[in-house]
């Protein structure tokens, strides 16, 4: 069985264009290597209703795994565990484990920089220990707003902050292990060609044919179009891109190596040049 999941990621700041989705990017391509599925990413604003109806959304979709980024921290638009609070009709309450995590932390950073021992817990700083009844809360290992997680029926949700750092500790403590538990032996290959000389129209039936010949095998082309970011002299100007998510008793990549050959003959005899990656 495969593991699906979803993310979802809150900010204006994704939506404006101000900040580049890198979580998305990172949590999409790490949970794909571990063997799960990745069915949908949605960015929504730090509104509390557009949180709660994406919730309520995916939870109709039934996947195994959820996870949010953004909006955990102190100020007056981290609004994720307000949007969870009202998707799963719970109040938000003050956690006595989220709490002590909140003040760890915050004593942690005050000793770091010869601050007083006392450390005020601000309304600011609380906010972040302030999270859905019934809900368990996620150590940080770097800053100070704990992530959450959270049971409904079959789906578990877990969310976590927005800076990527922060993100990327909790992800490796908490969710790697889970993922590889319930992923079992279902693993994520991949390998790519490059082809230069040849039209993607006229790559895309040979690629028709070698996806329905080995069974198994996706592959999908990407045009390299020249920018000035993006220097293409010298280096084929298609990338024909093959995955396949199975299990190592399947041989997959046996089924990938087959299938590179047949779409590089297929690409040699019709006028292209096939260069295989490292």
Not at 4 to 31: D, F, M, Y
Not at 78 to 89: F, V
Request: net charge neutral; glycine share 6%; with cysteine.
């Amino acid at each position: 069985m495969t593991l699906e999941l979803e993310i979802i990621c809150v900010g204006n700041e994704l939506l404006i264009g101000k900040t580049l989705n890198t979580n998305a990017h990172w949590i999409g391509k790490q949970a794909t290597n571990l063997g799960a599925n990745v069915k949908r990413l949605t960015v929504v604003q730090d509104i509390v209703d557009e949180i709660a109806t994406i919730i309520c959304e995916t939870l109709e979709r039934k996947p195994q795994l959820i996870i949010t980024t953004g909006g955990l921290g102190p100020t007056f638009d981290d609004k994720t565990l307000e949007g969870i609070a009202k998707a799963l009709n719970r109040k938000l309450e003050i956690n006595p484990k989220a709490l002590a995590m909140v003040k760890q932390k915050c004593a942690e950073y005050a000793q770091k920089r010869n601050m007083p021992d006392m450390v005020e817990m601000t309304p600011q700083r609380t906010k972040m220990a302030k999270i859905p009844e019934k809900t368990d809360p996620v150590q940080n290992p770097i800053g100070s707003a704990p992530g959450i997680k959270v049971k409904v029926k079959d789906t578990l949700i877990f969310a976590l902050p927005g800076v990527p750092t922060e993100m990327e500790a909790i992800f490796t403590q908490t969710i790697e292990p889970l993922i590889k538990q319930l992923a079992g032996d279902n693993l994520f290959f991949e390998k790519s060609l490059f082809v230069d000389g040849m039209p993607e129209s006229n790559l895309a039936p040979l690629i028709d044919k070698v996806m329905a010949d080995v069974q198994g095998v996706y592959i999908k082309s990407h045009v390299y179009v020249p920018t000035r970011n993006v220097i293409t002299k010298n280096r084929p100007h298609i990338e024909v891109h093959l995955t396949i998510r199975t299990q190592q008793k399947e041989k997959p990549m046996e089924k990938l190596a087959c299938a590179i050959k047949q779409l590089s003959s297929l690409v040699d005899a019709n006028g292209g040049t096939p260069s295989p990656s490292d």
